[in-house]
């Protein structure tokens, strides 16, 4: 195979747009489709502080090494959930890429360690509190990355959900008739209340093998191993379907999503609905003062159970 | 030639000379969720594989990684 555009040997071919890349036009294009998605989403602008959520794998670190390299000021917030050795090598992948790259354009890494703040990891958390592991964990993930976004005055906070992340999601929804999830599953979500941050997810319209192969090719050192929860996950069900019939037919994926995007933005400008929604139920929590629809967020309700059951 | 796969961590034997989707389709793989690696280069589907080469396969599916929402049903946004 030659690259599409210089004619060159291809190191990447891309059927979804009938194309193949060499390492240096690879580059372009993937760079082209994160500053596409920014622009047609009005994810951020060239001054924004933006807060990456990095958990050592493919998708997050390349996210940061993307925006680094577009000129955007990113740091990243890594979440250690205490997971055996999954977690020590996640949490050395991070901060060698953090060292490495990131601190040459300037770019800092926080760090929170679920074991410092609730005496376990999460497993063991889980476990205290009666509540499935990976519901526990989303808990956590969310109000940790809100938080600092919020503390340390970030404009709006990234996330690096892929092609296949999201249409799995929608397969998942869809399948369920989860209709209320739907709304939200845009790739730009406006922070609809204060104390809550804006969400954006600029790699939307990339393939999780696209990013692989971008980690790859740029020698980003990511953990390849997966989280010993998600096992047999669902998400990862629906995603193998996909690429049973990605490989078939070759577009599949973005014709899903992205069409699916391109109804709901005709349906109704869901942006200001959805926040006038939120904001009609939310108000702060009467403990840490986040945004909740409760007296007392589900964060706080978790770690206070943690505490009164906890063994000291 | 030695293959190297994950999720199991392992290594095979598979006898070249033959083309990465060959090789990709004699494991019962699907292309568009796994990369071919030579060496230190990525290679296309229809790059030669020769006896000697060391080859590493990677899955590019993860269903697990940290990425701020919860992996089970339903699949709630981050918020
Ligand atoms: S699979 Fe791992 S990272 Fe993902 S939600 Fe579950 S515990 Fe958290
Ligand atoms: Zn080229
Ligand atoms: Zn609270």
């Keep these: 195979m030659t690259c599409t555009k210089c004619k060159t040997k291809a190191v990447i071919g891309l059927p979804r747009h009938n194309a193949a890349f060499c390492k240096g036009c690879f580059n372009g294009f993937i760079h082209d489709q994160v500053a596409r998605a920014i622009k047609s989403e009005w994810m951020f602008g060239k001054e924004a502080k933006i807060l990456v959520a990095v958990s050592g794998g493919k998708d997050s670190l390349a996210l940061w090494d993307i925006l680094l390299k577009l000129g955007y000021k990113a740091d990243a917030l890594y979440v250690n959930l205490g997971i055996g050795t999954y977690s020590e090598e996640s949490h050395?992948?991070?901060?060698?890429?953090?060292?490495?790259?990131?601190?040459?354009?300037?770019?800092?890494?926080?760090?929170?360690?679920?074991?410092?703040?609730?005496?376990?990891?999460?497993?063991?958390?889980?476990?205290?509190?009666?509540?499935?592991?990976?519901?526990?964990?989303?808990?956590?993930?969310?109000?940790?990355?809100?938080?600092?976004?919020?503390?340390?005055?970030?404009?709006?906070?990234?996330?690096?959900?892929?092609?296949?992340?999201?249409?799995?999601?929608?397969?998942?929804?869809?399948?369920?008739?989860?209709?209320?999830?739907?709304?939200?599953?845009?790739?730009?979500?406006?922070?609809?209340?204060?104390?809550?941050?804006?969400?954006?997810?600029?790699?939307?319209?990339?393939?999780?093998?696209?990013?692989?192969?971008?980690?790859?090719?740029?020698?980003?050192?990511?953990?390849?191993?997966?989280?010993?929860?998600?096992?047999?996950?669902?998400?990862i069900q629906y995603k193998e379907v996909l690429n049973r019939l990605e490989t078939e037919s070759p577009g599949t994926k973005q014709t899903f999503y992205w069409g699916f995007l391109e109804k709901q933005s005709r349906k109704q400008p869901t942006a200001t609905t959805m926040s006038e929604k939120d904001r009609a139920v939310l108000h702060p929590c009467t403990s840490c003062s986040q945004p909740t629809t409760a007296e007392v967020c589900s964060y706080c309700k978790m770690m206070a159970r943690a505490k009164t059951v906890a063994p000291h | 030639m030695q293959v190297r796969l994950s999720h199991p961590s392992r290594t095979v034997e598979v006898k070249g000379p033959k083309k990465a989707k060959d090789l990709l389709r004699e494991l019962n793989l699907v292309v568009e969720a796994h990369l071919v690696i030579k060496g230190d280069d990525l290679v296309t589907e229809d790059e030669m594989l020769y006896e000697g080469d060391q080859i590493e396969i990677r899955p590019v599916i993860s269903g697990g990684s940290p990425r701020f929402t919860s992996h089970v049903p339903p699949f709630t946004s981050p918020q």
């Design chain 1, 92 to 235: 050395a992948k991070v901060t060698q890429f953090a060292e490495t790259v990131a601190a040459p354009h300037g770019a800092t890494l926080h760090i929170h360690t679920v074991e410092q703040e609730a005496g376990a990891g999460i497993k063991e958390l889980a476990q205290l509190i009666h509540r499935p592991t990976c519901s526990t964990c989303g808990t956590i993930k969310r109000y940790q990355f809100n938080r600092v976004a919020i503390e340390q005055q970030y404009d709006v906070m990234a996330t690096g959900h892929n092609l296949d992340d999201e249409a799995a999601r929608l397969l998942g929804n869809v399948l369920h008739w989860q209709e209320e999830y739907l709304e939200k599953q845009g790739p730009s979500l406006p922070a609809s209340v204060a104390g809550f941050s804006k969400k954006v997810k600029p790699l939307f319209r990339l393939a999780e093998r696209e990013l692989a192969a971008y980690a790859v090719l740029n020698r980003i050192d990511y953990i390849v191993e997966e989280c010993p929860m998600a096992k047999g996950s669902k998400m």
